[in-house]
């Protein structure tokens, strides 16, 4: 099973920047979309941004659109969140995952899932 691992969470100000990373364990990465999902205090999971396997295509959820950018590495088996004006209701842990599709991964269908890094924007 695909493992990742997410690193760059922490606690800023509102209106600064972070850059989460996800890196994964297997040697086929490159054939998997990827996907960024956060879960609030007390709310369900949800969508943010998918890429697709070969980083040609990308969907965001339409709240954050604007202000966060997903990317990949596929050689270091790497992909990346730059969140920017970040809010304090961006606060939340943030999760990665694969997927076969953007679509089954915006849809919240993803195979395989970090265990998540907490970010805490305060006002």
């Known amino acids: 099973q695909v493992q990742l691992v997410e690193s760059g969470g922490g606690l800023v100000q509102a209106g600064a920047s972070l850059r989460l990373s996800c890196v994964s364990s297997?040697?086929?990465?490159?054939?998997?979309?990827m996907g960024w999902f956060r879960q609030a205090p007390g709310k369900e999971r949800a969508f943010l941004a998918a890429?697709?396997?070969?980083?040609?295509?990308?969907t965001y959820e339409v709240s954050v659109k604007d202000r966060f950018t997903i990317s990949r590495d596929n050689v270091n088996r790497t992909v990346y969140l730059q969140m920017n004006s970040l809010k304090p209701e961006d606060t939340a842990v943030y999760y990665c995952?694969?997927?076969?599709?953007?679509?089954?991964?915006?849809?919240?269908?993803?195979?395989?899932w970090g265990r998540g890094t907490q970010v805490t924007v305060s006002s």
């Open positions: 890429m697709s396997a070969t980083g040609l295509s990308r």
């Open positions: 995952a694969s997927g076969a599709t953007i679509n089954t991964l915006s849809a919240g269908n993803g195979d395989s």
């Open positions: 297997t040697r086929t990465f490159a054939n998997y979309a």
